[in-house]
Nanobody, 124 residues
Framework: VQLQASGGGLVQPGGSLRLSCAAS????????MGWYRQAPGKQRELVAD???????NYADSVKGRFTISRDNARNTVYLQMNSLKPEDTAVYLC???????????????????WGQGTLVTVSS
């Protein structure tokens, strides 16, 4: 599975950006899709995620400002970011988990994949 993230850039405080992450390759079922971010000198953190059934989770710092969504037909996850703040500046990475069933046993298997990241800079 390959992931292609896009949509990052430079935006002023209070502005908006929409990130996209498209998955391609040997996809069975994308059970989990999420956005993480890593700022310079800081640990990687979860921003938001969405499960195949539609359940979403958000970091407290982005609740009410960011919205995660997915298009299952396009195997794509989106992150709409509004009211951006300088502290949102980071490399944003998408992460997905592909659910497949082993051919021999039929047992389920989850395999995770990271995208290459897209830089978001919030600055005046």
């Amino acid at each position: 599975v390959q992931l292609q993230a896009s949509g990052g850039g430079l935006v002023q405080p209070g502005g908006s950006l929409r990130l996209s992450c498209a998955a391609s390759g040997s996809i069975d079922s994308l059970h989990y899709m999420g956005w993480y971010r890593q700022a310079p000198g800081k640990q990687r953190e979860l921003v938001a995620d969405i499960f195949s059934g539609g359940t979403t989770n958000y970091a407290d710092s982005v609740k009410g400002r960011f919205t995660i969504s997915r298009d299952n037909a396009r195997n794509t996850v989106y992150l709409q970011m509004n009211s951006l703040k300088p502290e949102d500046t980071a490399v944003y990475l998408c992460y997905v988990e592909n659910l497949r069933y082993l051919r021999d046993s039929g047992a389920p298997e989850l395999v995770g994949y990271w995208g290459q990241g897209t830089l978001v800079t919030v600055s005046s």
